[in-house]
């Protein structure tokens, strides 16, 4: 209702699990900007966490989230219980093919399904002109990406830079479970990255697993680290690259801990 009260108005929509940081106000902030008014959402959806994952234990600082979104300019917030999402009877799921199979995919089984299902829900509620979402999950905005094209969604996506801390790392509501030394060697996400870059466009490398095996070699040198995957893949479609060339996605996922954090860069025309 709130939404259609003037249909002359434009609405951007930032979806969000909440736990907020500086990376989610830039979307709102830049939601802000493009558009006559905003929704954020906050809801941390079941239906993407395996059954092994921190659901329970995932931060809900729902005051503070407010008043960060209320400063940023957002107009109004939805914040759904899962009751409301998903009421009983509920049985509908959303499946994106390929690309929801590799990386993030492969190693969090089911869990793409439960993005595609409630982000689908989410653009239905709220009907948004533009919808932002961060870099940083990057195989979540192919994933999205795909789903608005085949399901002909009337928006458009806004992909947001990653927002990062002074020494590189990328900005997570996950970091919060990081003791000081964990959080010094989570800088290894970002540092191995960064040699990826430097072994691609300055020393002009192209053999793919040599990238691979550098990250890999960083993440095991570093303390209180797993490395989950080390991957250098085709952008567009995700798939594992032999000769890199074109535009590429690199991306890992490492354990820090007991804390599983993601990053990626993305490098154009190469
Ligand atoms: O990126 C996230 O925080 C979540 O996957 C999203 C898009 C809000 C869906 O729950």
């Not at 249909?7 to 902030?29: D, R």
């Not at 992909?159 to 000081?180: F, H």
Request: a negative charge.
């Amino acid at each position: 209702q709130a939404r259609w009260a003037d249909p002359k108005l434009s609405w951007g929509l930032v979806p969000t699990m909440g736990a907020l940081h500086q990376g989610h106000i830039s979307l709102a902030k830049r939601s802000v900007s493009e558009n006559d008014k905003s929704c954020a959402t906050i809801f941390v959806n079941p239906t993407q966490f395996a059954p092994t994952d921190d659901l329970d234990q995932y931060p809900r600082p729902l005051e503070k989230d407010l008043e960060m979104f209320e400063a940023a300019g957002i107009d109004m917030v939805f914040t759904p219980t899962p009751d409301v999402m998903y009421p009983a009877g509920f049985g509908t799921r959303v499946i994106v093919d390929g690309v929801t199979a590799r990386l993030e995919g492969e190693h969090r089984p089911g869990h793409f399904d439960g993005v595609t299902q409630v982000v689908s829900k989410l653009f239905n509620i709220v009907q948004p002109y533009r919808a932002y979402f961060g870099q940083k999950d990057a195989q979540q905005t192919v994933v999205l990406k795909k789903m608005v094209r085949d399901l002909n969604f009337n928006l458009d996506l806004i992909i947001c830079p990653t927002v990062r801390e002074p020494d590189g790392l990328a900005m997570s509501s996950r970091n919060i479970y990081l003791s000081a030394e964990q959080r010094q060697n989570a800088t290894v996400l970002y540092r191995s990255l960064a040699k990826a870059k430097d072994m691609i466009e300055q020393d002009d490398i192209r053999d793919a697993s040599l990238i691979r095996q550098t990250i890999r070699e960083m993440v095991n040198n570093t303390p209180e680290t797993e490395l989950i995957y080390a991957s250098v893949a085709d952008g567009a479609n995700l798939r594992e690259l032999d000769q890199i060339s074109g535009n590429i996605l690199i991306s890992l996922a490492v354990r820090v801990g007991e804390t599983r954090l993601i990053d990626n860069f993305i490098l154009n025309n190469i």
